[in-house]
């Protein structure tokens, strides 16, 4: 699905040498090279505060607990997606309540979260999907509105711009009250191991983040609140320093490959649906997921591994049907949506070094199964 090895090896000399640089001054946790790396980003992203963490989930948690909540107060997110927001929910004894999404785009549509607000939601958290943003400026209106907090989980989507109606332009994750992104190896920007960071314009919710993820101190030994021990090290931080310089140029070349593989899939329309382009987000195109029609996405995709062609469903269980979530959640729409998707996405390979001749191999194949 994925090939990490390949884009390494193009920077590899820098990569060796920013390693090194780290193993010599034994600043191993936190840091200067963390703290350059988090400055790197805020410049990068447009936005005030980056705060580093060990992982994508826990930035999420952190970003609950940086709000004072109380028990089963709802949390609105998707039912398409990955499980970490509400999982953290759970967690943390709140609530979570899922929404449908749209069939065409893959996110929660306004409509969905706006049926689920009741007098006990406190959060919206929005998934920006396999590369590209929900209507952030819809879903802040909401938020004013009923005075709700809106955490962004960009962990898909980070570099793409998104575009409001007056012409004026932001990165995702930093048009909420706060976002969240994870530097998983394999996401858009990706560390060699697990990696988070929150961002915020708001000085107070970033004090308080940062608290949060130094077991509540900011003074040494010194324990303000209940908080966690979550940081970034600092052999990630400059991997991703030095990977941030490509950020854009990586993105590309997925959206390149996106570009190649809407061309050559074109004429099978009647077959299988290719991802679409909202006109308010870029798509950056951490994944590429099609639908399959006529319940042929399993034959497919046993067809393409015979192949030697990976692919991936995500997902494959809404998590309103999760038995994890049974005994907290509440369903706010009906998840029709959700339920079909989850039998007809497909997701191809899809990364930064996918070859023309990879490319046409797998169009091709594609093809003849539908001969
Ligand atoms: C990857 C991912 C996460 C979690 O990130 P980790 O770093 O693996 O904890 C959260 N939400 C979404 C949408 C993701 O894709």
Redesign the pocket.
Known sequence: MVDLQKQYLKIKEDIDNAIGEVLQSAKFIRGEFVQKFEQQLAEYLGVKHVIACA????A?QISLMALDLKPHDEIICPSF??I??AEMAGLLNLRPVFVDVDYNNFNATVENIMQAISVKTKVIMP?H?FGQGVNMEEIMKLAEQYHLTVIE?N??SLGANYYFSDGKKKKLGTIGDIGCT?F?PT?NLGCYG?G?AIFTDNDKLADKIRLISNHGMKEKYKNEVIGINSRLDGIQAVVLSEKLKHIDDYIKARQDAAEFYCAGLQSLSKHILLPEKVEYSDHTFHQFTIKVLDGKRDELRAYLAEKQIPTAVYYPYPLHSQEAFVKIERQANAMDVTEKLCTEVLSLPMHTELSIEQQIYIVETIKEFFK
């Open positions: 992982n994508g989930t826990d999420l997606s990955f970490s927001g998934v999907l989980d962990a898909q994870s998983f996401k697990d988070g």
